[in-house]
């Protein structure tokens, strides 16, 4: 982008006689390890051969949810009202406390020192662990939607809504989880300011280049997290996935900035750093978006 802005009318779409169709394809390789070129060339025209951003977006969105639903990390839809839970805990608390007792009966008469006498020790130390876990669960489920329990605010659909959120937590979470594929293009427009923050004083840079910029950002960050999924199913080492979510991220984020703005190292690090402590503040945001919206809802 240091070229004027004018490159942008004098940059021809890809064809085959400026540049090859194996160079011009949108690909994911292209997407993961050179995301500034790919953000620049798309800026700069080069769109025939190229999967738009949002389409990327999308199909990112909808590989993920699929794959989360595959793998059955998802909530349910409903686990059962709160008298339900209660009623639950208080016959698995009731049904430990009887082998508890059970177990240390028979081991009153059990011979010291024997096998019999050891495995009811090992026995009556996992039953007395997991009656204490037990106990340590809330009697109700007031306040486990992380809202006080009979919160009013005046507003009746909303103070429905939080009624509703207590009495069936899990009916909550779904509804969070489903909107939050609903509405995950939200995450777009909440995130265009806060790059636009970061070139405030480099007007040559408008509105319409940090949105190809975020949108195909975030493709990456579902693309990663989908990569990350079904690695951690097929056995890879927790640490090797947890290294990967945390450094990545950011290192993508430094290049593509680099390389769609055309900026120096340092400056691309330093806004890198910036857009970091913006994105706790965008998923914040979306997060509060989502939980209006499942109250409301």
Known sequence: ??????????????????????????????????????TRRYIFGERAH??????MFLFSVFTMFAVLQIMGVSPPAEVGTTAQFESGLQFARKNTEESLNAARASRAKAETG???AKALDKKIDKLSTDLEELNRIPTTLSGRTGLPSGLKTGWP??????????????????????????FSWALIPLSIPFVWALFLWRPRFKGYDHAVFVTYSLAFMSLLFIALMIGSALGVPRDVIASVAMFAPP??????????????????????FALLVFISIIVTLFALLLLGLGLLG
């Open 50 to 55: 190229f999967v738009s951003p949002m389409a």
């Open 157 to 182: 659909r909303l103070d429905k809504g939080i009624e509703k959120m207590e009495r069936n937590p899990g009916l909550a979470l779904y509804k969070l989880q489903t909107n939050s594929y609903k």
């Open 114 to 116: 024997s096998e019999r």
């Open 1 to 38: 982008m240091s070229t004027a802005r004018s490159g942008r009318s004098g940059t021809k779409s890809c064809t085959a006689s400026s540049i090859s169709r194996a160079n011009c394809g949108t690909r994911f390789p292209l997407l993961a390890f050179r995301p500034g070129e790919l």
């Open 251 to 272: 290192v993508h984020i430094f290049f593509q900035l680099k390389g769609a703005y055309r900026q120096p190292a340092w400056k691309a690090l330093l806004r890198t």
